[in-house]
């Protein structure tokens, strides 16, 4: 054993030096919300928040929608958030279904309301012979249809869970390792301290399908639409044919896209095109101008605390520089390393050399963003077992709820939940008017925005 | 920190969130996700009462090692952190990596690179006859009723005769010599060979990604009993019986035309893929492969567009049953492309 080596396992053991297993330190998953960073609670000790507290009393919640891969509604965090009245499934027609056709109001009575709305709101909008009222009415009024066969992704549950997560409670069962355990059924309350940035918002989870079908995309777009929500997410990129005017169904994705972009904020993902360019939709956000008159989304890019761009998303100077408007916040990896950004986390320059750990940097984050996963054996990060937990039941492990997530679509998760509370919140915006997208977007900057753009 | 009988209600879950939030802490190390509190005191008062309440336990020495086995566990756990219930932490996609892949992808399709590349097929894993699997779907057949899934009857003969016009005229442009690199890739795919899904995911002879070949493979099996299924029951004509004067590149199977296939189980490959990694930067360029292996049937006159577009109707409304029945090749297929092993 080298010098060095015996140097790192002694440090390793010694109380004095940073805890965690592996290469990296150990970390809360809710490090992104403190002051300093976005700045949405005082600290990690108290959890006092000035703004959680105004949005828990507001009138009603920010109503925050999600188009994407279906949500594991039965996630514990995510009890509450879900308002299960309006999740509507687009990826086997393009009308779409209730994943849940049926709510008793009693057990559910918010949801059920929410449906009841909706329902006022497509007789008074004369909707009623659309292809997406009609079928909406048919099956609050018709008979009893079987729930659509969709299964939870986690890349949805994980957006979900960063916007509006709650913290909870869950019954765990130590699982029976032995003949011998059978005999003592070790179970207890667990709480589970994860929390998304606006506990108190209420989230429509829109899903779709991975293939690019203009048709199930329109019909998700007027959906969001029509229940008017005040919020919607859009972390993908719709990969739509070079000659998509040809295309009847493509154009009005277009036109039923940016007719929302005019009702309500839309964020959408910047993506991983060139460092210069941004996919689409996001690629429809456009600089306010006298010759612009639809300014389309906001498109998130991913950022570092002190405001540099991260490895994989676009390039913020290039970006504007071309036109569109973009918003950059926290994600999951380091910042690039090059001569602009300065020599952040160099993997060459090893001092550890049983190990391959490379020194320390005060300003590297050892930080991933962690959110909710798809509960079970499924999702980002599977549980070891073959058991999916149901909304209430028990649970043997609490690892498969959660999972690191990263990418312009956890920044886009990010800015949603930060603007949905400063609205819920009612913050105020401060002075100046500065560009929300010069800086790492947080809690202040998303209050700007919602009161200035 | 309780809530207050004043409190609204909002205000009262306010509270009770921060009651959680204060008592316990979430925290994620390298490769572990795990909560640090005091929950865990409420599992060894129920070890307590189990040995005062149990009075079948009468051998001693077996109680005692029940005591020091769970005892030694919830210990473990009190005196440091609890970590009960806590498990791995996957690492998430390496998204700079998977950014240049995407870029190289892109650029290959542009240029038709990828496209010159897949005229010769590789070689990929095979599988023999997945019987699993099959015993998987057969079962669920009831609950997804995989064989009465909602697909349109076909267009009535007038309209599938009215899309003859554009095969005769891909007949036509198939047989210049520019297209030399189509026809061979119609003579590959006849075979379902998997080139032209695997390529565009960044698998090639050097990295062959073998557990997804063989959740590829499995797709192919199963699709295809699912595909005949439908052919059966619509029954329409091939294109060459619509128009004798059309000249079909390849043989045309025993099997009636709609839905086709190949774009059936192409899409399939597509969408399962997609719901086993989402984020793979090449399912875009993958969708794009399914349609070509689609549409190649096309210009080989095995099928008109509407035979097509079935055969991608009936992948999307497969996607949730093969999640199902083939969640443990979805489990090790992602663990492939995270670069992890399985979870079990």
Excluded at chain 2, 2 to 22: F, V
Excluded at chain 2, 141 to 159: K, Q, S, T, Y
Excluded at chain 2, 272 to 297: C, I, M, Q
Excluded at chain 2, 312 to 340: H, M, N, S, T, Y
Aim: charged residues 25%; hydrophobic residues 35%; contains cysteine.
């Amino acid at each position: 054993m080298t010098e060095t080596s015996r140097n790192s396992l002694n440090r390793d053991t010694c109380g004095s030096h940073p805890l965690g297993k592996g290469l990296r330190p150990s970390f809360h998953a809710l490090w992104h919300l403190p002051e300093g960073r976005l700045g949405v609670v005082k600290d990690l000790t108290h959890f006092e928040s000035a703004d959680w507290e105004e949005a828990s009393t507001a009138d009603k919640p920010v109503r925050v929608a999600i188009i994407d891969t279906p949500i594991a509604h039965d996630h514990p965090n995510l009890q509450g958030a879900i308002d299960l009245g309006l999740m509507r499934d687009f990826s086997l027609s393009p009308a779409g279904a209730f994943v849940l056709p049926r709510l008793d109001p009693t057990d559910f009575p918010d949801d059920d309301e929410s449906r009841q709305n909706l329902k006022t709101t497509i007789e008074q909008k004369n909707l009623e012979n659309e292809p997406l009222g009609k079928r909406i009415l048919a099956e609050i009024h018709g008979p009893d249809t079987d729930p659509p066969h969709i299964i939870p992704g986690a890349h949805g549950t994980a957006l979900a869970g960063l916007i509006g997560a709650r913290p909870a409670r869950v019954c765990l069962r130590k699982p029976d390792y032995h003949e011998i355990d059978k005999r003592c059924s070790i179970v207890g309350a667990q709480e589970l301290p994860y929390c998304g940035i606006n506990p108190f918002c209420r989230i429509v989870p829109i899903s779709i399908g991975a293939g690019p079908d203009p048709d199930m995309l329109a019909g998700a777009l007027d959906y969001a639409y029509l229940i008017d929500a005040d919020i919607v997410v859009i972390a993908d990129s719709w990969d739509r044919p070079d000659d998509w005017h040809r295309h009847d169904g493509w154009r009005r994705v277009e036109t039923v896209f940016l007719k929302l972009c005019r009702q309500s904020r839309v964020f959408c993902a910047a993506g991983n095109e060139p460092a210069d360019a941004l996919v689409y939709p996001a690629a429809l956000a456009r600089k306010p101008g006298k010759d612009v008159r639809d300014t389309g989304p906001w498109a998130v890019g991913a950022c570092t605390l002190d405001g540099k761009d991260l490895s994989y998303s676009p390039n913020w100077q290039a970006i504007n520089g071309n036109g569109h408007r973009m918003i950059r916040t926290l994600s999951t990896e380091h910042s690039r390393y090059d001569r602009e950004v300065g020599a952040r986390l160099d993997p060459w320059e090893i001092v550890d050399e049983e190990l391959g750990r490379p020194p320390g940097d005060p300003d590297f984050p050892p930080h991933d963003i962690i959110s909710t996963d798809v509960p079970g054996p499924a999702g980002y990060n599977p549980s070891v077992y073959d058991h999916t937990p149901g909304a209430g039941g028990e649970h043997y492990e609490i690892a498969s709820l959660y999972c690191r997530f990263s990418g312009t679509s956890a920044a886009t998760a990010i800015a949603a939940g930060l603007v949905s509370l400063a609205m819920q919140s009612g913050k105020s915006p401060g002075q100046g008017r500065a560009d929300p997208g010069a800086t790492l977007f947080d809690l202040g900057t998303a209050a700007r925005l919602v009161c200035h753009y | 920190m309780t809530a207050t009988q004043a409190d609204p209600p909002g205000k009262a879950k306010y509270t009770e969130y921060r009651e959680i939030l204060t008592a316990a802490k979430l925290i994620a190390t390298d490769t572990r996700i795990e909560v640090q509190g005091d929950g865990y005191n409420s599992l060894r008062a129920a070890l307590r009462a189990y040995e005062q309440e149990d009075p079948d336990i009468s051998d001693t020495e077996r109680v005692n090692k029940l005591v020091e086995k769970v005892g030694a566990f919830l210990d473990r756990s009190l005196d440091t952190p609890s970590a009960f219930g806590g498990g791995k932490l996957h690492k998430s996609l390496h998204k700079s990596l998977h950014k240049s892949l995407h870029k190289s992808l892109h650029k290959a399709f542009a240029d038709g690179g990828a496209v010159q590349v897949a005229t010769g097929g590789l070689a990929w894993p095979t599988i023999e006859v997945p019987w699993r699997e099959l015993g998987l779907l057969y079962k669920a057949r009831d609950r997804h009723n995989w064989d009465r899934l909602p697909l349109e009857p076909p267009p009535a003969v007038d309209d599938r005769m009215a899309e003859i016009p554009r095969l005769r005229a891909l007949q036509e442009k198939l047989r210049l010599p520019e297209n030399a690199w189509r026809r061979r890739r119609i003579e590959i795919e006849a075979g379902n060979d998997l080139t032209a899904y695997m390529l565009p995911l960044g698998a090639d002879v050097t990295s062959p990604g073998s557990q997804t070949a063989v959740m590829f493979q499995t797709i192919l099996w199963l699709g295809s009993l699912i595909g005949l299924v439908y052919k059966a029951r619509f029954n329409a004509s091939r294109p060459h019986v619509l128009d004798p004067a059309l000249e079909p590149y390849i043989p045309v199977p025993a099997y009636s035309s709609y839905p086709s296939n190949h774009a059936f189980q192409s899409y399939l490959i597509a969408e399962v893929f997609a719901r086993a990694v989402p984020e793979h930067p090449g399912l875009p360029a993958l969708f794009r492969a399914a349609g070509e292996v689609a549409e190649n049937r096309e210009w080989a006159g095995l099928h008109v567009a509407s035979d097509t577009a079935a055969g991608r109707r009936l992948a999307r409304l497969c996607g949730p049953l093969f999640e199902e029945i083939l969640k443990d090749q979805i489990r090790v297929v992602r663990a492939e492309w995270l670069g992890e092993g399985a979870s079990r």
